[in-house]
């Protein structure tokens, strides 16, 4: 596994459109890795490829549970995603991104969403998510096509260190 160099703003590759995984393969498999290892070192929450200047549908997510600290932390690979359901209900949160550092900001997600897509193997896999994890869902896939967290954000600001897990 390689570390991978993780893009910044103001790289225009994170406001490009991805493309669709149709090769399930072992350099598939080996990016899938990488983008864990970078996402665990960083440290975030999420990546998606776009962040490591892959135009690729493609987020990793790592997650604990929110009421249970000592729970282990689950890790979502899913390539192609896609939200196909998303709740009425929305909350505010407080949001950071490894490609944009040293900003915060409050963005309103919706509370539950369903999501689509397929694993590292290219099998169908379908996840009912709610909390903090739809949100992390949400900001990966909004990754996906060229969207950030700042262009959602009803207010932004610098934050004190360790204020927010990056997305």
Sequence with gaps: MTL???ITVPNE???RNTHIVTNFDKNLKTLIDDMVETMRNAPGVGLAAPQIGIL????????GDEEDEEAPKKLYTVVNPEITRMSNEKLMGVEG???VPGVVGDV??????VVKGQNRNGQKVKYKLSGWVARI???????LTGVLFTDLAESLWQPEEDYVDNV
């Design 4 to 6: 991978r160099k993780i």
């Design 56 to 63: 690729e549908q493609i987020v990793v997510i790592e997650f």
């Design 13 to 15: 590759v994170l406001r």
């Design 137 to 143: 869902f949400q900001h990966e896939i909004d990754h």
């Design 108 to 113: 309103e997600r919706s509370l539950s969403i």
């Design 97 to 99: 991104c490894l490609s």
